[in-house]
Structures are given as structure tokens and as C-alpha cells.
């Protein structure tokens, strides 16, 4: 088909400078950027027939959670903090590791713990912070030191009768913020309500037996709202954002309870076409190459066990597939590597993984 081109407001992290972040470096930010578009600035794996996926990773010492890596300069670091379960201390740590054998070179210990789900759209006008409560999404303005509400931009996603639960993190694209309800679950509760994670016991509401359902606000105008409901499965349940598309205008979501992952071409407000959908458990944040349209996620199998898996992001072709030896829901993050390979961790369980493109032999 032949898509009109779109103009639109919205920057891309992967284009654009990152001020107070490293120049040189595929990956030097959680999520690609401070707007969440989870898009890498290295080129793709553009995985050819006869190439697979192999797999190699490290375990590190109990009571160190991994949580990502970052790069600069062709050196790579993995930072993380301590475990819910340790209840005597909360630290953050950086190590600087061989980004092939994943050995540590240089270890910082005891630096700022911290958490955050919201994310950041710098515009002209200021900065702007997107962030959700249990039923509403809120905007902030960042501008000459100054830090408030903007009460002239709110919108609520409760859906009356709906068994709904909070939305985690969110996205901007296309001049909106999208997200995705039903993030409260039973995993997600032990690991909140647990010390050093937050200073005090947390109040979540029971899991929700509704289905995921993504959620489209514009930046411009807080009225304009949609909401699709992607795969219509009850009980709906997931720890991330969704990955939208602006070059292409595909929205890709999932539903980690339900084993489900598909994408949609967003084709203007009220208006979302099916492109693909696999049965694929994905826990992770999903990240996305630009030049060969190839999407990293995660499934966590009927076992429990995880692979790694590469899609195209238009036709849902699996161009790769590795096991990770990852197990369980991780609820963590893909990073573009130095080259044809890509890291994520599976935080509470110590294990750092990097997945790397190989000739089949």
C-alpha cells in the first residue's frame, strides 16, 4: 500500500542529540533516549539466510540485580543495584565489562539507587514529563528550573466496568503519548512491596482481570484519546511500555500473561490496522532497529524458559531465535551492542546475557 507522508512534531531520540548523554554510543540511555521510542542508532543485525543467533552470558554474585548496559566509545558498561530481598542495604553499581567475554574490568560500587517510569519530551517550549497514576495520565513542564503541573493537559483511561489495573511506563510518537494498562502483577507486587525498592510498604490493587489495552493521548490536545484492545484476552497482564513506529506508524504491543505480540499501522485517530499477531510471551522492552526494520523481544515459553527473538517489525517474520537461558518473566530491557549483537539481563536472577549474529555451522 502507499502510506502519504506524515509530518510530524515529535522528535527521535535516535536522531536527535542527547545532551548530558555520551555522543559516541549505539545505546547510551535506558530505552535509546529520554522519550522512550526504544529505536537503536547502530545499524541492524540484518540477519541473512544461513545466519542464526548464539547466545553466551555471565551470572553475576547473588544479591546483585542487572539491570541493562550502556556504551560509549567501543567500551561497554553494565549498571544494576542490590535485591529486594536484602534487607540492610540499597546500593546501585557500575562495572565496566569486556563486551565479548562480559568479564568485569573496572567495578564502582555504591553509587544514587533509583527507579522511574516516566519518560521525557523535550520541545521548544520546554520539557515536558509524561506520567501516569493509577487511572490518569498527567503532564509536567520542566522550564527554567521550574518544575509544575500543567493543568491544562490530563487525561483519565479508566474504562467504566472495566477490572482494570495501573499503566506502567509510556512513549511519545506521532505527536501522542501511548501506553499500556494492566502492569499490576502478582511478580511485580512481591518485588514493590519488598525494602530497599521503596522506603515504605506500597498499596497495589489486586491484578485486574481485564484485558491489555494500549492507549493513544495527543501531546497537542488531550481530548483526542483512543483505545485499542489488541488481543482481547481476559486477565491481561505485562511489566512495559509499547513500542511505536513513527518512520513506519506501527504500533507493536503485547500481552506477557497471554503469550501475545502483534503490531498495528496507526492510521490516524480512531484507526488501527491489524498487520500480525504471534503467539510470543514478550516481558521485555521490546527495541527496534530503524535501517532494517528488525524488532528484539522476548519469549517466555510454556516452561519458562526465554528466548530471544527477531522480528520484522512489518510482515512478523521470525528472521532469529536463540534460547537465553534466562527463565521466568524478566520484565527488563533489550541493548543494541557494538556491533551485530544485542544485551538484556534477567535482573533479579543475576544473569547478563549477550545474543550475537553467527553463520550456521
Not at 542464526?52 to 551470572?59: A, D, G, N, T, Y
Not at 533509583?114 to 513542564?141: M, N, Q, W
Not at 479508566?158 to 502492569?183: H, I, K, R, Y
Amino acid at each position: 500500500m502507499t502510506m502519504e507522508v506524515h509530518e510530524s512534531m515529535t522528535q527521535q531520540d535516535y536522531q536527535s542529540d542527547l545532551p548530558g548523554y555520551y555522543e559516541n554510543s549505539t545505546c547510551a540511555t535506558e530505552y535509546g533516549g529520554v522519550r522512550r521510542q526504544k529505536h537503536a542508532r547502530s545499524p541492524g543485525l540484518n540477519i541473512q539466510p544461513g545466519e542464526i543467533l548464539k547466545v553466551s552470558s555471565r551470572r553475576f554474585a547473588r544479591g546483585r540485580w542487572v539491570v541493562g548496559t550502556f556504551n560509549a566509545d567501543n567500551r561497554l558498561y553494565v549498571f544494576g543495584c542490590s535485591v529486594p530481598s536484602q534487607p540492610d542495604i540499597s546500593i546501585g553499581w557500575v562495572e565496566e565489562v569486556d563486551p565479548i567475554t562480559l568479564e568485569v574490568l573496572i567495578r564502582h560500587e555504591y553509587v544514587g539507587a533509583s527507579i522511574g517510569r516516566f519518560c521525557v519530551d523535550p520541545t521548544p517550549e520546554g520539557d515536558f514529563i509524561y506520567a501516569t497514576t493509577p487511572t490518569h495520565i498527567h503532564r509536567l513542564k520542566y522550564n527554567d528550573q521550574q518544575l509544575e503541573l500543567d493543568k491544562n493537559w490530563s487525561a483519565s483511561y479508566d474504562l467504566p466496568g472495566e477490572d482494570q489495573s495501573f499503566a506502567w511506563c509510556n512513549t511519545v510518537g506521532d505527536d501522542s503519548v501511548w501506553f499500556m494498562d494492566m502492569g499490576d502483577t502478582p511478580p511485580l507486587e512481591t518485588i514493590m512491596r519488598a525494602y530497599p525498592v521503596g522506603t515504605k510498604p506500597m498499596g497495589f490493587s489486586e491484578p485486574g482481570s481485564a484485558p491489555v489495552r494500549v492507549h493513544r493521548v495527543s501531546t497537542t490536545d488531550s481530548s483526542s484519546t483512543d483505545v485499542l484492545t489488541p488481543f482481547g484476552l481476559p486477565d491481561g497482564g505485562h511489566n512495559s511500555s509499547p513500542l511505536y513506529v513513527q518512520d513506519k506508524r506501527i504500533l507493536l504491543t503485547f500481552d506477557t500473561a497471554n503469550r501475545k505480540t502483534g503490531a498495528w499501522r496507526f492510521n490516524g485517530p480512531g484507526e488501527f490496522e491489524s498487520l500480525w499477531v504471534h503467539d510470543i510471551g514478550n516481558s521485555n522492552q521490546v527495541f527496534y532497529y530503524p535501517d532494517s526494520g528488525e524488532v528484539v523481544v522476548d519469549d517466555v515459553l510454556e516452561d519458562n524458559n526465554v528466548d530471544a527473538v527477531v522480528i520484522d517489525i512489518e510482515t512478523g517474520e521470525e528472521k532469529g531465535r536463540v534460547a537465553t537461558g534466562a527463565r521466568y518473566a524478566a520484565a527488563m530491557a533489550f541493548y543494541p551492542g557494538l556491533g551485530r549483537d544485542f544485551y538484556s539481563t534477567s535482573g533479579p536472577h543475576g544473569l547478563l546475557y549477550r545474543v550475537y549474529v553467527s553463520e550456521n555451522i
